[in-house]
């Protein structure tokens, strides 16, 4: 049965997500078949967009939309350097924020909310329903706390609310506006946004580039390092994870082969240098790591200097195969960002997310489910385990063990979210508590959070302690001895 007649929307948490699927399938497509992408605008979005409007006001609205993700996902504009980007003619739909007065007024006698305000924004109408004129309101929310019917709302828009760092702000036309300087590349935005306005750059045309180039070259092999929160993620009609495994092989990858091992690779390191240096804050998420530079410069000198997972086994695969090309393939949006940063680069060629695996395989219509099953075990139970809130945490105190340094009083604390990790950093930097660790995970969940997965929920978790119980080394010096 053809890919294209099979139901996808399942695959995926939201129609955003898979909108965003079927532009990146396409422009997969076309790039296999040596098609060029400007040439191929009209008719992505004639594929995409049909002969009636079902997401906005008219069919041509829609497929100038189309075209801004097409072109997004031919990598982005060039001159914008962040990763995550705004869509402006998409982002429109969203009502101006702030406080409002709901049908719940019921216009009683004691005005407590018309009192309080210091600004005189509020007035009442011939009916004695409240009004916010929003020009004088100042966002205090005092009338929201004194109302007695709870009438008076704050509303906040979906990517305001879901971006931590308050890097998000709207323009004079009231559409979304990133400041670079605060951004973390963390995606928050983009898997909140109900309209898919806010977006990441995808580099599948890049690496669709390399499969071609590389098919049948005997000197450059393409390997795939592939982030441990895949367990799970494509568990649609019962997929394996071997089949999974098989379908990156049947791409034209030379080889799979687990980050999860590099994150083996990074506790036993990063264990070394906590218990040498007694304070630590890890570098393994690549938001985490920004957002402690951006936001607690003091405690820079104390993010761990191993690398992340990723590069970790990046570099060891180039230190043996020094003409191979690494692609890496994960939840994070992030990632794009870090593989552009010096050290990094020379040793990870390109970026994609799992959204946009599950392109891949449709735009060479490579049906998972009647594949054979593919091993992938380099790591260990630690290492795997990376992937959920906890598991950096837990593979430093085996690593330690392991090492002999079993007397080291661990006291990490695992941070699920940039809120959590706000917090813990402000402990830190003002010396209150007894932490001398702390696993910083930008997304909520750790990776399993992260804006490039399929889905999103508490079952991701279990499937990573199942995929991590299923690891042949049951010790992260196992995994690493013959490193």
Not at 216 to 230: M, Q
Not at 428 to 442: Q, T, V
Request: charged share 25%.
């Amino acid at each position: 049965m053809n890919n294209q007649n099979k139901p996808i929307l399942k695959k995926f948490d939201t129609k955003v997500q898979y909108l965003k699927y079927k532009v990146l399938r396409e422009v997969a497509r076309h790039t296999y078949d040596d098609d060029n992408l400007v040439t191929s605008f009209n008719d992505i979005a004639k594929t995409i967009v049909k002969d009636k409007a079902t997401m906005r006001c008219c069919i041509y609205k829609e497929r100038a939309i189309v075209g801004e993700r097409i072109g997004m996902a031919g990598g982005g504009h060039k001159n914008v350097d962040n990763i995550i980007e705004v869509l402006d003619i998409a982002c429109d739909e969203c009502p101006v924020a702030g406080y409002e007065v709901t049908h719940m007024c019921r216009g009683c006698l004691a005005h407590r909310c018309e009192d309080v305000c210091k600004r005189g924004a509020i007035t009442f109408d011939e009916n004695q329903k409240a009004h916010i004129d929003k020009d004088k309101c100042v966002q205090c929310g005092m009338c929201a706390k004194v109302c007695p019917y709870s009438a008076i709302i704050h509303t906040e828009r979906p990517c305001v609310k879901a971006c931590k760092v308050k890097a998000i702000s709207m323009n004079e036309d009231h559409a979304a506006v990133i400041d670079d300087s605060k951004c973390i590349n963390c995606g928050a935005c983009v898997y909140q946004c109900p309209w898919g306005a806010i977006t990441d750059k995808s580099y599948i045309v890049e690496v669709v580039e390399m499969l071609k180039k590389y098919a049948n070259d005997d000197k450059v092999k393409l390997y795939a390092v592939v982030a441990p929160s895949i367990s799970g993620q494509f568990s649609y009609a019962n997929i394996k994870l071997g089949q999974v495994v098989t379908g990156i092989k049947r791409l034209g990858f030379h080889n799979v082969v687990e980050a999860a091992l590099g994150a083996d690779m990074v506790a036993y390191d990063e264990a070394k240098e906590l218990a040498e240096k007694g304070f630590l804050t890890s570098s393994c998420c690549p938001a985490f790591v920004e957002f402690v530079e951006k936001n607690f410069p003091m405690l820079k000198e104390n993010i761990s200097h191993n690398p992340s997972p990723m590069a970790a086994i990046a570099k060891y695969i180039k230190k043996n195969d020094p003409d191979c090309k690494v692609v890496f393939i994960g939840p994070c949006t992030a990632k794009k960002a870090e593989i552009r940063k010096d050290g990094i680069k020379e040793y990870v060629d390109s970026a994609l997310t799992f959204e946009e695996l599950q392109a891949l395989f449709d735009a060479r219509e490579i049906d998972l489910t009647e594949l054979e099953e593919s091993e992938l075990n380099n790591a260990s139970y630690y290492g795997r385990i990376f992937a959920r809130c906890g598991g950096l945490a837990e593979a430093v105190q085996e690593a330690l063990k392991e090492q002999g340094n079993g007397d080291f009083e661990l006291h990490a604390v695992s941070c699920d979210g940039i809120d959590e990790c706000r917090t813990a950093l402000l402990k830190a930097s003002k010396g209150i508590g007894n932490i001398n660790f702390i696993e910083g995970m930008a997304c909520v969940g750790g990776c399993i959070g992260g804006a490039g997965c399929l889905t999103h929920g508490p079952k991701n978790k279990t499937e990573v302690d199942k995929y991590g119980k299923l690891a042949m080394e049951k010790s992260i010096t196992d995994a690493i001895k013959n490193l």
